[in-house]
């Protein structure tokens, strides 16, 4: 029997706790559904154990009728959004989250793995305030997988900071649902969940992609033709994150079809800059470097791009 | 580059199968690597990496797969 497609969905829900619903369905039948961000993270779990791998006509009766408060609940909102979804009302999520920093910036700090040290994202932001950044790029891993990542989320609100998933990140971000044991607990995970994956910027003015690396690449339903994939692609796959000097003709030859002129990631762990193509290659080492704290200054000055890892002690 | 080789005569066109990668997937650069190449355009021959950067001229192309031809019909 062919396998059937399953499709990915994000619901922003209204009026209740949980701002949204993560669900996939797998032809007509649900295959997992998350209430993520708020309410009662035990119900919801149960819940979502309870309907999962039911067929979705059967499913919809189960959430008629129940009212919370304002008149909805969060049945009510999961059987708009299932019904949404069946009827094509509802597109299917992207394999990733992409979130962008619309301002035009002329210096950002970027910013490696921090494995939730906070002290070293402090000294990081103090650092990059003496020097004038206009915004701080964090490119996971945020967290150290165990701990709570509550305290470390709230300094990246409270500083407006642009932070994407690693791969670790998004590893603690599944673990919901799955049957796993998770270490970190149901709100920290739920936090994490909601964060972007992609982040798309603006330096000067060309265009900037930041992501960790190749997770992103295994997610379901990633696409080679998904917005910058091919930066993805070319990154993780072809140039080993950029340390394979051999194949740097082939990428020269692929970066026309590039919507980014800057590129940054940092599976890696390592502090890189490489131009080719008229394009920036910027690897991020982790923030806590051979005992010092370090982050990359990206500025722009004119047509020129300038790129230096700076020392945050 | 399949264009190249989609105007190769007939009786060659009946020697070969031709795959073309697309490098923007990730198929594309698996196969890409496998193949040790370096450079865009490259072909391979029976997985052999044989021109690299260039698209070799038609009567260089057919003289080597029938070249490879002959050497495979030798052993069999």
Redesign the interface.
């Known amino acids: 029997m062919a396998q059937q497609e399953r499709k990915r969905f994000i619901y922003r829900t209204r009026g209740v706790c949980p701002p949204e619903i993560h669900f996939s369905i797998e032809g007509s039948c649900l295959h997992a559904v998350r209430f993520v961000g708020g309410g009662c993270p035990g119900n919801a779990e149960l819940v979502c154990r309870l309907i999962r791998g039911r067929p979705v006509r059967d499913i919809l009766p189960l959430l008629d009728g129940i009212e919370c408060r304002d008149g909805t609940s969060c049945p009510r909102q999961l059987s708009e959004a299932l019904t949404r979804a069946m009827d094509g009302g509802l597109a299917p999520a992207d394999s990733f989250r992409l979130a962008c920093d619309e301002a035009p910036r002329s210096a950002v700090a970027l910013i490696g793995e921090l494995g939730g040290d906070i002290a070293a994202l402090e000294r990081i932001i103090a650092a990059a305030g003496r020097r004038g950044v206009q915004a701080l790029y964090c490119l996971g891993n945020l967290t150290d997988g165990r701990s709570s990542c509550r305290e470390l989320v709230r300094t990246i609100h409270r500083h407006g900071i642009f932070a994407v998933l690693g791969e670790r990140d998004w590893r603690c971000a599944c673990q919901a649902g799955n049957g796993a044991q998770p270490s970190m607990p149901p709100r920290d995970r739920d936090r994490l969940a909601q964060m972007p994956q992609v982040l798309r910027f603006t330096i000067g003015d060309r265009c900037g992609v930041a992501f960790f690396g190749a997770y992103l ?1 295994q997610l379901p339903g990633y696409s ?2 998904e917005p910058f ?2 930066e993805m ?2 990154v993780c ?2 140039t080993d994150f950029m340390r394979d000097e ?2 740097l ?2 990428l020269a ?2 970066t026309p ?1 590039f919507e980014a002129d800057v590129i940054v990631f940092s599976q890696s762990r390592q502090w890189i800059h490489r131009q080719v193509g008229g394009r920036h290659f910027i690897g991020t080492g982790p923030a806590l470097d051979g005992g010092r704290t370090a982050w990359g200054l990206l500025r722009a000055a004119g047509d020129k791009i300038d790129f230096s890892v700076e020392n945050a002690d | 580059m399949a264009e190249s080789v989609k105007v190769l005569p007939k009786d060659i066109q009946q020697l070969i199968d031709v795959h073309e990668w ?5 198929e594309g ?2 196969r ?2 496998e193949l ?5 355009p ?1 072909v391979a021959l029976d997985g052999d990496l044989v021109y690299e ?1 260039l698209i070799p001229m038609q009567e260089e192309l057919i003289a080597e797969i029938r070249r490879r031809h002959r050497e495979k019909n030798a052993k069999e």
Do not use: E, I, W, Y
């Open positions: 690449q080679d033709f994939a091919l692609n070319m796959g072809l051999n194949v003709p082939a030859a692929m079809q | 697309d490098m923007r997937t990730r650069v698996q890409f690597r040790k190449a370096r450079s865009l490259s950067a």
